[in-house]
């Protein structure tokens, strides 16, 4: 059900690499994915007081080879109108090693700044 089309979102993945001694991402790469915030009683335990600043995506397996923590993600956010290698306006960041099931991966996204900021 999560993985059905039409409940999906555009969402823009950077993809980090490391060049030398210094973290950059790679252009943003146009992905449409089902994700919902964090919202349930176990996250709350799991997460602490901090559970709003997350996502969670939930897609095919067939993906498991896009994400990789410290990526990051404009989810709320426009890409810019020009290349950002640093990413910089990014509003979430792949948060741990995704999860892959059997025929499903779980992604965490946190998000990078508050909402006092």
């Known amino acids: 059900m999560r993985n059905l089309k039409r409940n999906k979102r555009k969402l823009y993945l950077c993809q980090k690499y490391r060049d030398g001694k210094i973290d950059k991402y790679r252009e943003p790469i146009l992905l449409y994915e089902n994700f919902v915030p964090t919202n349930s009683e176990g996250d709350l335990i799991s997460l602490g007081m901090e559970y709003p600043m997350y996502l969670r995506i939930k897609t095919s ?57």
């Not at 990051?72 to 990413?87: A, G, Q």
């Not at 946190?110 to 909402?115: E, G, W």
Request: aromatic share 12%.
């Open 61 to 117: 397996s067939n993906e498991k080879n896009l994400f990789h923590p410290k990526d990051r993600l404009y989810v709320y956010k426009d890409i810019p109108k020009t290349y950002d290698e640093m990413c910089e306006d990014a509003d979430y960041e792949v948060y741990k090693e995704p999860l892959l099931f059997i025929n499903e991966l779980e992604i965490m996204l946190k998000r990078l700044s508050d909402d006092n900021e």
